[in-house]
């Protein structure tokens, strides 16, 4: 039998698609930096997705994983563990308000499942509000709740999902002219409306990433999230706020994404950059929202063992190194060096983020602002050849996005950016 060139082909699901027109095969990492089956070395400016939060293999991380599959490496939600608990007990400590019962799953996809679940059974409502251009998951509900028809690989299913515009004031209908209040009230009167004509108006919740991920680190106008937070409650429904990206210092300067607004949610989802990689969704709820969950519900592997000593020394770590600071510090030195490129290069659109959560909108024309996405695949690959790894995203898949390991020093941002620089230059060219 002839093995494949491309193994990956022959073997796994067409929908398993690797960045670069040749795949990287990576097989070892430690800090901000992997190696390929090669032996070239690339600083990892995406993180997984902004999973490795303290970096590939941190040896606290590691040694807690080591010591703990030696000793006991799987239960089930029948049993509880110490390391459960204790992850429980810090994210109660970590998160805003009130919020102190967490359910642990295995993905951001479970997290916003449970969330759901949650208001439904609170509220005895069945009708949930989502926002367009929003990522929530893989599985039939939260794909129902994205809002990317290339990210849906069925037909509705979920009646009672509606969605509401994006605060998107990149690409609002207002246009450039219009002020940060204005497009505010625009969309809060969108999602009022959405309510008001597409539900029974009595929505269950309305579930909000702080910053939409997957649509290219679409940061909402100030006021955004506060005002519709009240919206979803003056009609009885709960806010869930969506914090698997944004979640552990990724925004700089607090701990979850919301805190950045005055609101604090009433139910709050999280996965990614809480355990270094290791497979873990949290929901966390007030008291009252997690009591009215009475019903039997389990998780085989969630809260397993392994993964909870990963999540208690992962978030130990962060509260050591104070990351939410370290993000905010970091982050600004990202966005001096974006900024630079914007004024260096027309087809950059938009510079976006908060904190080590940063992108670049790339577009044909900055006056017509038509996608490019070809221009951002030749970033993406010309980084590639930099020795630097970045992600694609935004609807067409024009915008690069950054989130590196919130423990990155700054030689090694000054690094990236030189990096990222020179593959602008070269992408610069591309016809």
């Known amino acids: 039998m002839v093995r494949s060139p491309e193994p990956h082909r022959e073997h796994l699901f067409p929908w398993v698609k690797p960045y670069y027109a040749e795949p990287l095969v990576l097989s070892q990492g430690e800090g901000v930096w992997v190696r390929d089956k090669e032996g070239k070395e690339y600083l990892d400016f995406f993180a997984g997705i902004l999973t490795t939060s303290v970096g590939h293999c941190h040896p606290d991380v590691v040694s807690a994983v080591e010591a703990q599959m030696r000793r006991l490496g799987h239960t089930s939600t029948l049993y509880v563990t110490e390391q459960q608990v204790a992850a429980a007990e810090q994210l109660s400590r970590l998160s805003p308000g009130d919020l102190n019962r967490s359910a642990f799953t295995n993905s951001g996809t479970e997290a916003n499942e449970t969330a759901v679940a949650a208001a439904c059974i609170h509220t005895g409502r069945s009708e949930i509000i989502a926002l367009r251009y929003a990522y929530s998951g893989r599985s039939a509900l939260t794909t129902d709740l994205t809002g990317h ?43 009022v409306e959405v309510i008001e004509t597409t539900t029974s108006g009595r929505p269950a919740a309305l579930l909000a990433e702080t910053i939409l991920g997957v649509a290219g680190f679409v940061v909402p106008p100030s006021g955004y999230l506060t005002r519709a937070a009240e919206v979803i409650r003056s009609y009885g429904g709960l806010f869930i706020s969506d914090e698997v990206q944004t979640g552990f210092g990724r925004t700089g300067g607090a701990w979850f994404g919301i805190e950045h607004s005055d609101v604090v949610p009433d139910i709050m989802v999280m996965a990614k950059g809480i355990a270094s990689g290791f497979p873990v969704g949290a929901t966390i709820a007030t008291d009252e929202i997690a009591e009215s969950w009475s019903s039997s519900s389990i998780s085989t592997f969630g809260g397993n063992p392994v993964c909870m000593a990963a999540a208690v020394a992962t978030m130990t770590v962060m509260e050591e190194e104070d990351v939410p600071a370290r993000s905010a510090e970091r982050g600004d030195q990202v966005r001096r060096a974006l900024d630079a490129l914007d004024t260096e290069f027309d087809w950059i659109g938009e510079v976006r983020g ?4 940063q992108a670049m909108e790339l577009v044909e024309d900055p006056s017509t602002k038509e996608p490019s996405p070809r221009r951002a695949q030749a970033v993406l690959e010309a980084a590639k050849d930099e020795g630097l790894l970045v992600g694609l995203g935004g609807r067409h898949g024009n915008v690069v996005r950054m989130g590196p390991s919130m423990l990155i020093t700054a030689e090694e941002v000054d690094d990236a950016m030189a990096r990222l620089a020179r593959a602008c230059r070269a992408a610069d060219g591309t016809p």
């Open 149 to 191: 028809a290339s990210w849906r690989p069925l037909p509705t299913q979920t009646v009672g999902v509606k969605h509401a515009r994006a605060p998107y004031v990149y690409r609002s209908p207002l246009g450039d002219g219009a002020t940060e209040e204005e497009n505010t009230d625009f969309f809060i009167d969108d999602l």
């Open 354 to 357: 908060m904190g080590l959560m």
